[in-house]
């Protein structure tokens, strides 16, 4: 097996009046990747002028322009990722033409699709004659953005959270439990055990975790990141918490 870069960076939010010179400061580093992930949490499209009614605007339909794809281009990313809470803030039209748009650039978007056997597709890049694949899941957003078998969406891993007091105190604080809905997590599995014989490195991608709290992992990213990697992951990318997070090697894998 030849030698890959592999590179992964957080959440893409890009601002209309800047966007052409977001990445000025890093892109020499990101160039040097073979292939450069990230998460996109708005639409590349001039598409879409009202959020579709699932989430209002003023909560956090994020701006878009179709000239943002040049930029993340320039940059070096090579995969996005669309199974997020922003996938569907401006409606479906916008969403496909977001990832049409990618396309046309050379970025291989993933991780959403027209229903749910769609968006649980796969995507492998060969690269020097290795096979790299990627799955995303997703477990925060608004309910309606996950796909169904005749709705479009992302790729849902959803979570129980339960609440325990465990001091006889009254008003103290509670210990929170979270674990991931069986039946996403048994997709989830079926999923990496189908494409583990056809890619070299499998790699799953999660959008998930407790936003803009240091430090703090939900019980149930480490039960299904274990999951993931005990049916054949080989690397575990987190998104969505803005901020850094822990890093665990679990088996003699990575999970970020």
């Not at 496909?96 to 492998?124: S, V, Y």
């Not at 993931?228 to 990575?254: N, R, S, W």
Request: aromatic share 10%; hydrophobic share 40%.
């Amino acid at each position: 097996m030849n030698s890959i870069v592999l590179m992964a960076v957080g959440d893409i939010i890009l601002d209309l009046d800047n966007h052409a010179t977001a990445f000025d400061r890093v892109k020499h580093i990101l160039r040097e990747g073979d292939i450069v992930f990230a998460n996109c949490d708005q639409t590349f499209s001039d598409i879409g002028t009202d959020p579709n009614g699932f989430w209002p605007i003023y909560v956090s339909a994020v701006p878009h322009s179709a000239s943002m794809v040049d930029c993340v281009k320039d940059a070096g990313f090579t995969v996005l990722n669309f199974g997020n809470n922003h996938s569907l803030d401006w409606g479906y039209e916008s969403a496909f033409d977001c990832m049409d748009n990618c396309r046309t650039a050379g970025i291989t978007p993933f991780g959403f699709g027209r229903n749910l056997l769609e968006a649980r597709k796969p995507t492998i890049i060969e690269k020097d004659g290795t096979k790299i694949g990627f799955l995303n899941y997703c477990s925060v957003g608004p309910d309606g953005y996950e796909a169904t078998q005749n709705r479009p969406g992302h790729v849902p891993l959803r979570a129980h959270t339960y609440y325990q007091q465990w001091d006889p105190q009254p008003g103290t604080p509670p210990i929170t439990h979270s674990f991931a809905y069986r039946e996403d997590l048994a997709s989830m599995v079926a999923d990496i055990q189908a494409l583990r014989p056809q890619v070299d490195i499998l790699v799953c991608t999660y959008h998930w975790g407790i936003h803009y709290v240091p430090g703090k992992i939900a019980g149930y990213e480490k039960e299904a990141a274990h999951a993931a990697i005990d049916v054949g992951a080989d690397i575990i990318f987190g998104q969505h918490a803005h901020l850094p997070k822990g890093i665990e090697v679990y088996k003699g894998k990575t999970v970020f």
